[in-house]
């Protein structure tokens, strides 16, 4: 039987972290145990599948992922270390016991060889595989570095920290470029928007703090959402993000004009960890508390941006916002699922 998402898939212990793979529909996960997971998903019943676990990691794994070209997955602990694992049958190939001095947070694949990695004291290093070392250090940021993202031609990398600043880093020339002024609250993630040119961080306070491309230093806008919490963020359209929070809740987003589309899904009352959008935008994984990931339908999404360009285009208006018709109709789609 055919479903419309795939089924849920539970674990033992908490996930912390998922990630989907670049090209196919594989799930990795790393739990609070320090254990990683490959499944392959299918939207067919019981065709969910665990192609293989991975237990190197001595305590909780924080995170995963996938390297561009779908061929590795890398993972970061609380235990400090760093691996680097073939997706085909999760063999241990590359590993960096001491990778850093403190409990890494966060991983980030910027090419096939150089990724990035950030550390519970603030900490970022930018390492290349090529060399097995990290080609760039630097200790900037007070707190925990929560997120990271990279420009398209991998020379620009954000960080997001607890201690409510942005980082910006060059890779190419491996330097520190500059630090935004602090924002309320903790900085929880960070993603690129409208073509590069807007970055948005989720705040632990519920605010999504705004940033124009060539102006980090401040922030351009902020949107409080209803939210006791932005937790974690990913992009689905260039306009449209969902966001996880404490609440358990997925959000979906507007960006510019600032408007909440409606809830794409749950996990009832459990605070939702991490969030991943599988190849094409139609598919959202999210894992939370309740020891499951789950998938949601968020194909409908592109949709109103797509219908919105064409009705724009026929009156000849700016190509860039979300008319409020578009908006409300994307409340009505989400009605049902509340119901």
Request: hydrophobic share 40%; net charge negative.
């Amino acid at each position: 039987r055919l479903r419309d998402t795939p089924e849920d898939i539970c674990f033992e212990a908490t996930a912390n972290a998922i990630a989907l793979h670049p090209a196919r529909p594989l799930l990795a996960a790393g739990d609070v145990d320090g254990d990683v997971y490959l499944y392959s998903y299918s939207c067919t019943e019981g065709e969910n599948r665990q192609l293989w676990s991975s237990g190197h990691h001595l305590k909780s794994c924080r995170d995963v992922a996938f390297a561009q070209d779908g061929q590795k997955l890398f993972t970061v602990s609380k235990d400090k270390s760093v691996h680097v694992l073939t997706v085909e049958e999760g063999r241990l190939e590359t590993r960096f016991p001491k990778a850093h001095g403190s409990a890494l947070n966060c991983v980030l694949p910027i090419d096939n060889h150089i990724f990035a990695t950030g550390d519970d004291g603030g900490a970022l290093k930018v390492w290349d595989l090529r060399k097995g070392d990290a080609v760039l250090e630097a200790h900037q940021q007070e707190e925990y570095i929560s997120a990271m993202a990279v420009d398209g031609n991998g020379k620009i990398l954000l960080t997001a920290s607890g201690d409510g600043t942005l980082g910006v880093f060059n890779v190419k020339r491996r330097r520190f470029e500059l630090l935004s002024e602090p924002q309320n609250g903790d900085l929880t993630s960070v993603t690129l928007l409208k073509r590069g040119k807007k970055v948005a961080c989720g705040s632990s306070e519920g605010t999504i703090y705004l940033f124009n491309w060539d102006g980090f230093g401040a922030a351009s806008d902020r949107f409080a959402l209803r939210a006791e919490s932005v937790d974690c963020m990913v992009p689905i359209t260039d306009s449209i993000v969902c966001v996880g929070s404490l609440d358990g809740v997925i959000r979906a987003v507007n960006i510019l004009p600032n408007r909440v589309l409606g809830c794409v899904g749950q996990h009832l009352g459990e605070p939702i960890e991490q969030l991943a959008v599988a190849p094409g935008g139609q598919l959202l994984a999210s894992c939370a508390h309740d020891q499951k990931v789950k998938f949601w339908d968020v194909s409908a999404l592109a949709g109103l941006v797509v219908d919105d360009y064409r009705k724009k285009k026929k009156k000849g208006g700016p190509l860039r916002a979300l008319s409020s018709k578009a908006a409300g109709s994307g409340e009505d789609f989400f009605a049902d699922l509340r119901d």
